[in-house]
């Protein structure tokens, strides 16, 4: 083999990444907090990304369909396109919300309605069966049983459940708020993603075309767009399945007279 500049560039990055390879794995603990700690402060602009690729397929199509033909707001049609997606989103979560709270809550009341002959039922069952009771009461007459050990055993154990409780809410307010914090960041990100995406997209060539050769550049650039269409037209026939999946099931349920047709409905297709 030659040594030119190009093998010994080669020889040299190989040996490089065997010796980052193997003091990551001596030290897999710090690699691993480490990727921790940069999930978590990449996460929000993660969950951003996602957002706007979503929000981007409806907002595509109502700024199409409504300023295809005319050249008036300009400066406007985007931001007007992106309030009416999503006010299109907010609207379809409250509707749903709207149809499945009633549903649920008249179900709870079915049930606390159901609960009284249900006590008595499991009463009548219980009385039947209290002379098995009174054999069992007369076996444990018979044992020798340390009450207050259970007793303070119990206590115990109640004691440290209850510190677990307390622990275990302090960390769910922690992870709701850090969630909300998240998710705020996430969504500002996503409406910087959605007003300037053809700006951002046209400085992602330009970095591209800069790191890489043009042959190079333009597969990944066609990989890039292709992969777009793909998952556009993927949310799209999601979305459009869902709509038919929850029509066909309130259909076959109200037909067959089925209670709760609407709530099933509206939860499948979610």
């Given at each position: 083999m030659e040594f030119n500049k190009k093998n010994i560039r080669t020889i040299v990055l190989i040996i490089f990444s065997c010796i980052l390879f193997y003091l990551g794995i001596k030290n897999i603990g710090i690699v691993a907090d480490s990727v921790r700690s940069v999930i978590g402060v990449v996460s929000p602009f993660i969950l951003g990304a996602?957002?706007?690729?979503?929000?981007?397929?409806?907002?595509?199509?109502?700024?199409?369909?409504?300023?295809?033909?005319?050249?008036?707001?300009?400066?406007?049609?985007?931001?007007?396109?992106?309030?009416?997606?999503?006010?299109?989103?907010?609207?379809?979560?409250?509707?749903?919300?709207?149809?499945?709270?009633?549903?649920?809550?008249?179900?709870?009341?079915?049930?606390?309605?159901?609960?009284?002959?249900?006590?008595?039922?499991?009463?009548?069952w219980i009385y039947a069966r209290m002379s098995y009771w009174k054999a069992?009461?007369?076996?444990?007459?018979?044992?020798?049983?340390?009450?207050?050990?259970?007793?303070?055993?119990?206590?115990?154990?109640?004691?440290?459940?209850?510190?677990a409780m307390v622990n275990s809410g302090v960390s769910a307010v922690g992870n709701i708020i850090g969630a909300i914090v998240n998710f705020f960041i996430g969504f500002v990100f996503a409406v910087y993603l959605l007003m300037a995406k053809e700006k951002l997209a046209g400085q992602g060539k330009q970095v591209v075309y800069a790191l890489f050769k043009e042959t190079t550049a333009q597969k990944i650039l066609y990989v890039c767009s292709l992969s777009s269409r793909t998952f556009s037209r993927f949310i799209s026939g999601q979305c459009l399945e869902a709509c038919i999946l929850g029509l066909m099931f309130f259909v076959a349920m109200s037909v067959l007279r089925m209670p709760y047709a609407m709530l099933i409905a509206v939860l499948i297709a979610f």
């Open positions: 996602a957002i706007a690729f979503i929000l981007n397929v409806p907002m595509t199509r109502i700024e199409y369909w409504l300023f295809h033909r005319t050249i008036r707001l300009k400066k406007g049609r985007r931001a007007l396109s992106f309030v009416l997606t999503l006010a299109l989103v907010i609207g379809v979560i409250i509707i749903a919300m709207y149809i499945i709270i009633p549903q649920i809550a008249e179900t709870l009341q079915s049930i606390a309605t159901q609960l009284p002959d249900a006590f008595n039922a499991a009463q009548d069992l009461q007369d076996v444990l007459e018979k044992l020798t049983v340390n009450w207050n050990e259970i007793i303070r055993n119990l206590s115990t154990l109640m004691q440290d459940a209850a510190a």
